[in-house]
């Protein structure tokens, strides 16, 4: 895909189809983020793909979290992890100091997920809601690291209207 339509195509995507992923096309998509960028180049990244029924008891850590937080979102992610067809749990290996480092080198990672899934036709959505379930996740998959995020992925129902955005005016700032 050309890289403006990969851009403009990417979405959140809430609702997927019942079809598999081909293995291969997880691999494109794990290899084209390791290609993103990261502060002095420490790639503080380790990735498990997960589907069927961890992927389920993922998505049921979240439900019960909602007994604590009683945010609606949560049930509707766990819906998502639920329909999506696989999951991956974006791992923070500790490699700097500066812990903001680190987190700005993951999130260039997931993005490179994300599009690297909208140029292969699929739907993906980055989920945070996750990080109030990160212990009870690392304990399930028994990885001694934080899931610092995870990422849906699946073939899209359909492609949602684009979200609003800011005006390019309220965006940038005046060198006054
Ligand atoms: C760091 C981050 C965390 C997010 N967490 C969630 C989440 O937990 N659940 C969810 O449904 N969407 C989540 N999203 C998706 C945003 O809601 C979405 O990107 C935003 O509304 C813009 O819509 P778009 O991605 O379709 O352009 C997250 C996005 C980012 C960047």
């Known amino acids: 895909m050309e890289y403006n339509e990969v851009v403009n195509l990417r979405r959140s995507i809430r609702k997927y189809e019942?079809?598999?992923?081909?293995?291969?096309?997880?691999?494109?998509?794990?290899?084209s983020a390791m290609k993103s960028p990261s502060a002095h180049n420490l790639q503080p990244w380790k990735v498990m793909i997960t589907k069927g029924k961890l992927k389920n008891q993922i998505a049921n850590l979240l439900i019960e979290k909602y007994q604590v937080y009683e945010d609606p979102s949560f049930i509707a992610t766990a819906n998502t992890i639920k329909n999506c067809n696989v999951l991956l749990l974006i791992f923070y290996e500790p490699k700097s100091k500066i812990r903001d480092f680190d987190i700005l080198s993951l999130g260039s990672f997931v993005e490179h997920i994300c599009l690297k899934a909208t140029d292969l036709s699929l739907g993906s959505l980055w989920i945070a809601n996750t990080n109030h379930i990160s212990e009870e996740i690392s304990k399930l998959v028994n990885v001694d690291l934080e899931c610092i995020s995870t990422v849906a992925l699946g073939y899209k129902e359909f492609l949602p209207d684009e979200r609003s955005r800011k005006n390019y005016n309220e965006v940038v700032i005046e060198d006054k």
């Open 18 to 31: 019942n079809k598999d992923i081909d293995d291969l096309f997880i691999q494109k998509i794990i290899e």
